[in-house]
């Protein structure tokens, strides 16, 4: 199976731009490179912060833009977002019980469970899994099928990353989804979104990735508190397969426009500029 993981789109209004930059004019981008070059996908998957006041011409917008993309869409909650604005125009998304936007999709190469991490009640944009949303989890870790791979999406990592602002808002408690999982079944990947940055690594024996954004990005810097300093780094889309034996992430620099040559190109090989 393979899917596309895009992350805080950060939509605004049609024709307005946010720090500098217009996310419908990127997120196109991203879609017709999609189209063109990955028509075997299982889905598109954005992993929250869909837009950045939360409002309903953005959502509008955003609708808009992704009504071009061939492959079908999971879409998530992030800490910008408000459901009920994001439920006007994309009233087909699933729900759960309680109303988050959260599920679990059985695949035959791999389960797919997404968590709703949204606290709207937060002003620090924290995010938080309450009690119907660690028991949303456990059913579904619980339930999933043993046979294949689980990939668990959030929006907000439960781990510090040392973007120390970052690490102020990052999810609020860690340790009550850490115990669902330590008690039902590990997540063969954890995929999230909210840095901004492409980070790897492993949490509690869990692998894990945290997608670039689409939009604006936050600058590598492990020095800065109090404020989260911004960047206008390139974004990338990541293309995940999920075989057998391996599950592999690339990155693709939809927005790159410079050279592109063979390495086995003599001409190229010596040029001195192109
Ligand atoms: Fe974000």
New binding site residues.
Partial sequence: MKFVVL??T?FVARGRRIYGLDPAERLSAAVARINREHPDIAFVIVT??LA?WGEEPAYDNLASVLAGLRAPTMLMM???DKREAFAKFFPGVPRDANGFVQTMQVFEAATIVTLDTLNEAAPDHSGLLCDARLAFLEHALAEAPADRPLLLFQ?HPPFDTGLRYMDTIRLANPDAEWEVIARTRTPDYLFM????RPISGVWRGIPYHIQR?L?HQVAFDLVAEGHIPGSHEPPDYAHVSVEADRIVIHQCSFMYDGPLFSLHDSVALHRVSF
């Fill in positions: 992350t805080d950060h929250g912060d950045h992030g800490n910008h929006h979104g909210h840095l901004h954004g939009a």
